[in-house]
């Protein structure tokens, strides 16, 4: 065959050679774009909790943790969505501890019935376990701060008085860091914190080396006033370790990846001194004996020690938190049911167990179930209101807490954060609780003139019901002398309040109580001198609009033509 035969037989074949290849290159490319949304994509979307009863709110059309700004103020607070019954929510004060990648400052915050802020502090580090508690006769705000490694953590508890001045710190006694997950004070004023501590352990029966770790689930029972250690408990010396239900993995090998088998998450004290203490890895609530240490009794888990009178209901709670005694030998839990996204368990309930201690025998009173069947994979609490038994749920990892009747109908129902993006964590807080609380701030009530109106807050100052206009009024500036011109209720976190024009140039607001008594006043203000006449005369002004104008120009004469489809042919 000539040359010039094969070669042309061979020009004919390459266009066809090509088309296959291409052919082949774009499945390829489609195959690995199809398994990179099936491996990375995928799941994430899996995770959305998209439903058809979701308002704009939920389904993150404000973003996935609203918040709203202040004038007077530097930081934001959350922007809340109530639901309610006929009955309302709890009118007292909410507190909680916002914290995630879509909270703009974490830290301790109380806020109204109506989701108003009331009072926050930005905390640097983690802050969790946010609470009002009473000792030695004195209403306190308590919370932890710290730092947290897998969902642990290594820092101190705070007490702050009423003027939210800091009073007590409170670190466990040894060479310990303070665990995030508890901090009670006790009637005796005693407070029971818990620690998790890395000790070696015997590993074979989950499977791991003889010589093994485990982080120990400890609690210590301390004095307040001097520090002193009263009783310590660990729970390597009366749970084994075959009694978990987390997976070993690779953990336990050495001290830094010691096994979490215990996870030590709350704990209380009743009227006889025992304590009770909750494990979210064995499923299990113990009653513990003061006096030697051993367990009286455990409800769930691989030790249950109770027979269910409501067909497993009352004791197949799992990976649980927030135990707390109640009257007539009741308790309340959060039962999480899952322990990560991808578990396929129950959804997450707040539970009221009524225990027979003498026959051993449990019941199930009331399970609280929030209308979006929450799967909450961590964090939580329950908490009886009043004598009626309502009850509130904090719905830990998803930002959301809701109040129920005793029998579990739904009452009031709000969400501090997108809920179809719940599963993502990007809003979050360990507890809520509700509560009283008066608060008289040492500091100065914040204000900012801007334009024609003042705006007016105080962080904390929960007495205020109206701010009094003020006018200074005298001719001899060395001299304070001011004169009421108006008064104007308080209206949330912020009030704005329109200047009078014929008010004159200096002023100050007075925060005034229910009986019209001063609780304090901003530093003296200045009205706005400069008018909008002003700023478009402003030399600074137009020199910038001419600067942009030219820079504009500039740009339009050196650009280069873009080229036509015939110029690039050519």
Request: aromatic content about 12%; charged content about 20%.
């Amino acid at each position: 065959m000539s040359w010039w035969a094969r070669h042309s037989r061979n020009a004919y074949r390459s266009p066809l050679r090509l088309v296959t290849s291409c052919h082949v290159a774009t499945a390829g490319v489609v195959i690995s774009l199809l398994y990179l949304f099936y491996i990375f994509a995928l799941p994430q979307l899996l995770r959305l909790r998209f439903r058809t009863d979701l308002s704009q709110y939920d389904l993150g059309l404000y973003g996935f943790g609203p918040s709203s700004g202040y004038v007077s103020f530097d930081y934001e607070s959350p922007v809340v969505e109530i639901t309610e019954s006929d009955s309302g929510c709890d009118p007292r004060y909410t507190f909680l501890a916002p914290r995630g990648d879509s909270v703009p400052q974490a830290g301790p915050m109380i806020l109204d019935a109506g989701g108003n802020l009331v009072w926050m502090k930005y905390n640097w580090e983690t802050t969790q376990d946010f609470k009002v508690q009473r000792y030695k006769g004195e209403d306190y705000l308590t919370f932890w701060e710290g730092r947290e490694i897998e969902s642990r953590g290594y820092g101190s508890w705070y007490m702050l008085d009423s003027s939210y001045t800091q009073r007590y710190v409170i670190n466990p006694v040894g060479n310990y860091g303070g665990d995030l997950h508890e901090f009670t004070i006790t009637n005796e004023g005693t407070a029971l914190i818990t620690i998790y501590d890395p000790t070696p352990s015997d590993l074979t029966s989950v499977g791991g080396p003889e010589l093994g770790w485990i982080f120990d689930g400890v609690f210590q029972e301390i004095d307040i006033e001097t520090g002193e250690l009263l009783f310590e408990w660990r729970a390597s010396k009366h749970y084994p370790v075959n009694s978990t239900y987390e997976s070993l993995g690779g953990a336990g090998k050495d001290r830094a990846s010691a096994f979490d088998y215990f996870h030590i998450n709350s704990v209380a004290k009743d009227d006889q001194g025992n304590y009770l203490v909750s494990s979210r890895h064995t499923h299990s609530v113990s009653c513990i004996d003061p006096a030697t240490g051993s367990l009286l009794w455990t409800l769930g888990g691989k030790m249950n020690d109770f027979t269910d009178l409501s067909g497993g209901e009352a004791t197949n709670f799992a990976w649980q938190h927030d135990a707390r005694w109640h009257a007539n030998s009741t308790l309340t839990l959060f039962d999480n049911a899952v322990h990560s996204n991808n578990d396929s368990g129950n959804e997450s309930r707040g539970m009221a167990i009524q225990l027979d201690l003498p026959s051993k025998q449990a019941r199930l009173l009331a399970a609280y179930y929030h209308p979006q069947q929450m799967k909450s994979v961590s964090q939580g609490n329950v908490q009886v209101l009043d004598d009626t038994g309502r009850a509130l749920v904090g719905w830990g990892h998803s930002a959301a807490y809701s109040e129920f009747s005793a029998d579990g109908q739904l009452l009031c129902n709000v969400h501090f954060g997108a809920s179809a993006f719940f599963t993502f964590g990007r809003v979050v807080s360990y507890r809520i609780f509700k509560g009283d609380w008066v608060g008289y701030p040492r500091t100065t009530p914040d204000a900012e003139v801007h334009d024609d109106k003042v705006y007016v807050s105080w962080n904390g100052a929960t007495e205020v019901v109206s701010w009094r206009l003020e006018v200074w009024n005298s001719d001899d500036l060395t001299q304070s002398s001011f004169g009421v011109v108006a008064q104007f209720e308080k209206t949330g976190f912020e009030t704005e309040v329109e200047i009078p024009e014929d008010l004159g140039p200096l002023f100050r607001l007075a925060a005034l109580d229910s009986k019209g008594d001063v609780l304090g006043v901003t530093d003296v203000l200045q009205k706005d001198q400069q008018s909008s006449l002003d700023v478009l005369l402003d030399l600074h002004n137009w020199i910038l609009a001419f600067a942009m104008v030219i820079s504009a120009a500039g740009l339009l004469v050196l650009v280069p033509e873009a080229p036509t489809v015939n110029s690039m042919l050519q």
